[in-house]
T-cell receptor, first 112, second 111 residues
Framework: GQQLNQSPQSMFIQEGEDVSMNCTSS?????WLWYKQDPGEGPVLLIA?????ELTSNGRLTAQFGITRKDSFLNISASIPSDVGIYFC????????????FGEGTQLTVNP | DVKVTQSSRYLVKRTGEKVFLECVQD?????MFWYRQDPGLGLRLIYF???????EKGDIPEGYSVSREKKERFSLILESASTNQTSMYLC??????????FGSGTRLTVV
């Protein structure tokens, strides 16, 4: 099945640093979502984006829906140890569709 | 608070056993999904259902079946468990056009 191209695959950063990750696709998506998975848990929705160019924040997290509708990025500012986990992007091809396509995830490690 | 509940956090089963993984959601969502997650392979869709008694194959359905007799419950069945089915299994539910809510996962070990 189709996968989104998510990068980087892993990041090792120091506490306090900013983080950026992104997802790209050859296809247009109508919805972009970003999830975080804590170790041993299921993914939890962080941010949902529904319009091209949309920029949305959730605390220290900011995500954008690319103008071309083929990409999205997630930024985390001033990282803290509890930011550790796997971050997944996900996209939906049709506005009312049910099925999401997921990226392969970015494993984030934050050193205190 | 919306919830997706998976019946077991950890399971150990023997090769050849029939295994049932249960998932219940309390959000009245039409759509429910089963994924498996393995290191380096991301989330891979096994099966999904968009209505009671309806099911669709995902990307890796071989060796699995599903059952959805009630809207709130979606079961994943391993007809004859094999060691290559050792994995983390995640259930999710979602309304039309909305994001998914995931359960906490079941870590299955087949020995």
């Amino acid at each position: 099945g189709q996968q989104l191209n998510q990068s980087p695959q892993s990041m090792f950063i120091q506490e306090g640093e900013d983080v950026s990750m992104n997802c790209t696709s050859s296809s247009i998506f109508n919805t972009w979502l970003w999830y975080k998975q804590d170790p041993g848990e299921g993914p939890v929705l962080l941010i949902a984006l529904y319009k091209a160019g949309e920029l949305t924040s959730n605390g220290r997290l900011t995500a954008q829906f690319g103008i071309t509708r083929k990409d999205s990025f997630l930024n985390i500012s001033a990282s803290i140890p509890s930011d550790v986990g796997i971050y997944f992007c996900a996209g939906r091809r049709t506005p009312s569709g049910s099925r999401l396509t997921f990226g392969e995830g970015t494993q984030l490690t934050v050193n205190p | 608070d919306v919830k997706v509940t998976q019946s077991s956090r950890y399971l150990v089963k023997r090769t050849g056993e029939k295994v049932f993984l249960e998932c219940v959601q309390d959000m009245d969502h039409e759509n429910m999904f089963w994924y498996r997650q393995d290191p380096g392979l991301g989330l891979r869709l096994i099966y999904f259902s968009y209505d009671v008694k309806m099911k669709e194959k995902g990307d890796i359905p071989e060796g699995y079946s599903v059952s959805r007799e009630k809207k709130e419950r979606f079961s994943l069945i391993l007809e004859s468990a094999s060691t290559n089915q050792t994995s983390m299994y995640l259930c999710a539910s979602g309304g039309q056009g909305k994001g998914y809510t995931f359960g906490s996962g079941t870590r299955l070990t087949v020995v």
